[in-house]
């Protein structure tokens, strides 16, 4: 059983309005921005997938890591408020958080990790 999140995912953070104010837009992306120079931005990918609590030799459920990253050339709180709020809603309970500087690029980078188990109907 292969649960594809990222979909779900990437609709409620466009859908969190008070986030995607904060960003100046929709900057929001599935590993790599399109756009390298846009700040402040979100991206997002998973990290583990894998099968949990088996009936029959069948998996029923499945265990998911996702990163969230946000990247910016000031401060990351208020984004990271609004990821979290999005991600606690959606169920998902967040394992680390680390703040990061990319001194190549001089960009603030939050890494906030999360998990949950999603039952199989």
Do not use: C
């Not at 088996?54 to 996702?66: E, G, H, N, R």
């Not at 990351?76 to 991600?87: C, F, G």
């Amino acid at each position: 059983m292969i649960t594809d999140v990222k979909a779900i995912l990437h609709a409620a953070l466009l859908g969190n309005q008070a986030l995607v104010s904060l960003l100046g837009g929709t900057e929001i992306y599935q590993l790599v921005s399109p756009k390298s120079e846009t700040y402040p931005r979100v991206t997002y990918f998973e990290v583990n997938n894998r099968d949990s609590f088996f009936a029959d030799d069948t998996p029923i459920a499945s265990d998911i890591v996702l990163q969230v990253d946000i990247w910016s050339k000031g401060s990351t709180s208020a984004i990271a408020k609004e990821v979290d709020r999005t991600m606690k809603e959606l169920g998902y309970t967040r394992t680390s958080g680390a703040d990061l500087y990319e001194e190549d690029t001089k960009v603030y980078h939050k890494a906030l990790r999360y998990r949950t188990r999603i039952q199989e109907d």
